[in-house]
C-alpha cells in the first residue's frame, strides 16, 4: 500500500520481450525520461519488438509514430490509443497499468502535453496517488484551468484539505482564471475540515464573482454550513439558490439530521416529494436517518416501502440506515429481516446489526455477530468494537469487555480511541467496579470526557458512591455548566442515602446556576397523532378516563403481590406522598391511554425524553403480562 514517488523505472520482462514500466522512487523526471531513451533505443534491436513493429506498422526505424505498437502491462496498444488506456486505468483504479502508461508516454515526448498530463493527475489522483499527481502538475510547463481543478479536486478527493486551500490560494496569486468546479472543490475540503471561517470567505467570493448562484456552488456552500452546524446559513443559501438539483435537496436534508433537526428534515422531503424531486439513496438514507431520530416507525415503514417500490432496497447504506430504524424503533426483529435479506454483506451492515442488538440489551446475539462477521472474513473496526463493549457494559461483562478492549490492538491493530475508553468505563461502572474506572480514566492518554464522567455519576448513583459521585460531578459542573441533568444525579445519589442537607445544597447549587431542569415526559402516537403526558397530568381530554384505567390495573397488580416501590422516589416527604407520585408518572398514563385506544394486537410504543425509573420498569413487565400485549 505504500504510495510509489516518481523516478526510477522498474522493468517487468515475460518471455516475449516486452517491458511493463512498474513502480517510481525518488522523484527523479530526468532519471525517467534517461531509462525511456535508453530502453526505446534497445527495443528497436530486440527481434520481438521489431517483428511485432513490423507487423503492425511496416517500420521499425526512426521516431515512433501515433500508430507504433507498445506493451503496457500483458497488453500491445497504439500511441495514440495511451491516452484512452490511461482513462480506463483511472477508472478501474489500476495503478500499475497506469503507471507504465507514463512511462510510454515520456517514452514519447508526450508528457508535456497538457492533455496528458492533466490525465495523468486524474489517474494518480483516482488510484491514491497524490504525491505522485503534484509531482505531474508541477512539471506541467503550460497549466490549463482544468489542470488546477484536477489537483486540487484530487486533494480534496484524497482528504489534504489544506493542500486544497493552499494550491486554491497559490492560483489566485498567479491570476489563473478559475470556475464554479474550482470553488466548489475548495468548499468540499471546507466542509471536510469544518472550515466554516474560510467557508465565508469563498461566499463573499462567490457572490463577488456572481458564482453563488450557480448549483454546485450553491450546493457546496450549504453543505459547509450545514457541517458546521450554521444551519440557518445553510437554509438562506438553500431558498437562495435559483436551481435545485437532486444533490442540493439530498444536501440539505442531510444537513438537518446532522443537526438533530429531524422534523424539519421530514418536512423537507415531503416537500421533494410534492415537486416531484427524483429520489436518490442519499435522500433516502437520510430521511430514515430522521425518521429513527423521531422514533417515527410509522412513518419509516412508509419510507420503506418507497424504498422497495423504487429498488433502493438493496443498497448498503440505505438497508444499514433501515436497520438502525427498526432498531431505535423497538423492532429488532424487522432489523434482523433486513440484514438478513442483504446477500452480499459489508462492515458497515454488520456494524448496524450489532449495534441494534446492543442497543436492546441483546449482548449474546451481539457477540455471535461479533464471530460470524469475521468468519465471513470481514474484520471489525472501530465502530464494531464500540458496538460490542456497549453490549458486554449493558450485561456487565467485564472479562468479555478487557477481552474484546485487548483484541482491539493485539488482532486487529486498531487503535482504542476516546470512545472506546468511554464504553470500558461504562462496562466497569455498571458492574460496580467504580474505583476501576476511575483508575482507567487517570491512565487513558486522553482527557476525559462529559460521557465518561457522566458514565462513572450514574454508577455512583445506582452503586451508593457519594465519594467518587462528588468527583464526577465537579468535572461535569466545569465540561458541562447548562446540564440541569448532571445535578439532579448527583441530589438522588445524595437523596439515596438520605442525605438530605445535601440534597438541599445541590439543588439551590442548580437554582443559582443558569442551567434549566428538563421536565420528564412520555408521548405515544396513535391514528397519525402524538398525545403527550406529563406526570400527574391534567390536561388531555381524557384524563379521568386514563386516571380510572390506571386504578384498575393497579388492583389486578395487587392481585400478583406488586407493590409500588417507592426507594425510586428521592424526594424528602412520607411514603404515602412518594407512592401518589410513583403511580402517576408519564409513562404509565401514556400505557394505560394505549391500551384504551389501539387494537388489541397492536405493539404499544412509549417514548421518553429521560430514563425510565426502577418502579415504572416492573409496572411495564407486570402489566405486559396481565394485558398480554407487547410494550416497547
Not at 442515602?497 to 431542569?517: G, H, I, M, P, Q
Amino acid at each position: 500500500d505504500k504510495e510509489p514517488a516518481i523516478g526510477r523505472l522498474h522493468p517487468l520482462s515475460n518471455g516475449f520481450g516486452h517491458a511493463c514500466l512498474g513502480y517510481f522512487e525518488n522523484h527523479d523526471m530526468k532519471a525517467l525520461r534517461r531509462f525511456c531513451r535508453i530502453s526505446h533505443n534497445n527495443r528497436l534491436d530486440d527481434p520481438h519488438y521489431r517483428k511485432f513493429s513490423d507487423t503492425g506498422n511496416a517500420t521499425n526505424t526512426g521516431t515512433p509514430t501515433s500508430q507504433h505498437l507498445v506493451w503496457v502491462g500483458t497488453d500491445a496498444t497504439q500511441v495514440s490509443n495511451l491516452l484512452e488506456l490511461l482513462q480506463n486505468c483511472a477508472r478501474k483504479g489500476a495503478a500499475m497499468e497506469g503507471q507504465a502508461c507514463h512511462g510510454q508516454i515520456v517514452r514519447f515526448g508526450l508528457e508535456t502535453d497538457t492533455l496528458t498530463s492533466n490525465m495523468l493527475i486524474n489517474m494518480y489522483s483516482k488510484c491514491g496517488f497524490v504525491v505522485c499527481a503534484r509531482k505531474v502538475f508541477d512539471e506541467i510547463p503550460l497549466r490549463s484551468l482544468v489542470s488546477w481543478n484536477t489537483m486540487i479536486g484530487s486533494y480534496t478527493k484524497n482528504g489534504d484539505d489544506e493542500e486544497a486551500l493552499d494550491l486554491f490560494i497559490q492560483m489566485q496569486r498567479e491570476g489563473t482564471q478559475f470556475s464554479e468546479f474550482t470553488v466548489s472543490s475548495v468548499l468540499c475540503a471546507c466542509a471536510a475540515k469544518f472550515g466554516v471561517f474560510e467557508c465565508k470567505q469563498l461566499h463573499a467570493f462567490a457572490l463577488k464573482t456572481a458564482m453563488d448562484s450557480n448549483v454546485f456552488v450553491g450546493t457546496a456552500l450549504l453543505d459547509v454550513y450545514a457541517k458546521s452546524g450554521f444551519i440557518e446559513n445553510a437554509f438562506l443559501v438553500f431558498e437562495c439558490m435559483p436551481q435545485k438539483s437532486a444533490v442540493t435537496w439530498s444536501s440539505m436534508i442531510a444537513g438537518y439530521v446532522q443537526n438533530e433537526l429531524n422534523e424539519e428534515a421530514l418536512v423537507l422531503f415531503h416537500k421533494a416529494q410534492m415537486i416531484g424531486i427524483e429520489n436518490n439513496q442519499f435522500t433516502m438514507s437520510s430521511a430514515l436517518s430522521a425518521c429513527a431520530g423521531l422514533a417515527a416507525l410509522i412513518e419509516g415503514k412508509q419510507l420503506h416501502a418507497v424504498i422497495q417500490k423504487s429498488g433502493f432496497d438493496l443498497n448498503i447504506f440505505v438497508a444499514s440506515t433501515l436497520i438502525d430504524l427498526y432498531a431505535k424503533c423497538g423492532s429488532i426483529k424487522e432489523s434482523y429481516i433486513v440484514f438478513s435479506s442483504i446477500e452480499e454483506k459489508n462492515v458497515v451492515l454488520w456494524n448496524a446489526m450489532i449495534s441494534g442488538f446492543s442497543r436492546h440489551a441483546r449482548s449474546m446475539e451481539a457477540m455471535i455477530s461479533f464471530e460470524k462477521m469475521q468468519q465471513m472474513s470481514m474484520y471489525p473496526n472501530g465502530v464494531t468494537y464500540v458496538s460490542v463493549l456497549t453490549a458486554c457494559g449493558h450485561m456487565g461483562l467485564v472479562e468479555n469487555g478487557w477481552r474484546y478492549f485487548d483484541m482491539m490492538v493485539k488482532e486487529h491493530n486498531l487503535s482504542p480511541n476516546v470512545v472506546h475508553y468511554s464504553c470500558m468505563v461504562d462496562v466497569l461502572g455498571r458492574a460496580g467496579l467504580i474505583n476501576q474506572a476511575k483508575d482507567l480514566i487517570d491512565k487513558m492518554p486522553f482527557k476525559a470526557t462529559a460521557s465518561m464522567w457522566g458514565s462513572v455519576l450514574a454508577s455512583c448513583r445506582i452503586h451508593g458512591n457519594t465519594e467518587l459521585a462528588e468527583v464526577a460531578a465537579t468535572h461535569l459542573f466545569e465540561i458541562e455548566p447548562d446540564n440541569a441533568g448532571n445535578h439532579v444525579l448527583l441530589s438522588n445519589t445524595y437523596a439515596a442515602k438520605n442525605k438530605w442537607a445535601e440534597v438541599a445544597r445541590t439543588r439551590k447549587l442548580l437554582k443559582d446556576s443558569e442551567a434549566k431542569k428538563e421536565r420528564g415526559k412520555s408521548w405515544i402516537e396513535v391514528k397519525d397523532k402524538v398525545h403527550t403526558f406529563m406526570v400527574g397530568e391534567r390536561s388531555h381530554p381524557r384524563i379521568a378516563e386514563i386516571y380510572s384505567g390506571l386504578e384498575d390495573l393497579l388492583e389486578e397488580m395487587k392481585k400478583l403481590d406488586y407493590r409500588v416501590d417507592t426507594k425510586h422516589d428521592l424526594h424528602d416527604v412520607d411514603e404515602i406522598r412518594k407512592q401518589e407520585l410513583l403511580r402517576h408518572h408519564s409513562e404509565k398514563l401514556a400505557l394505560i391511554f394505549g391500551l384504551m385506544s389501539l387494537p388489541p394486537c397492536a405493539t404499544i410504543r412509549i417514548m421518553k425524553n429521560l430514563r425510565i425509573c426502577g418502579d415504572c420498569h416492573s409496572f411495564m413487565k407486570l402489566a405486559s403480562n396481565i394485558t398480554e400485549r407487547e410494550i416497547l
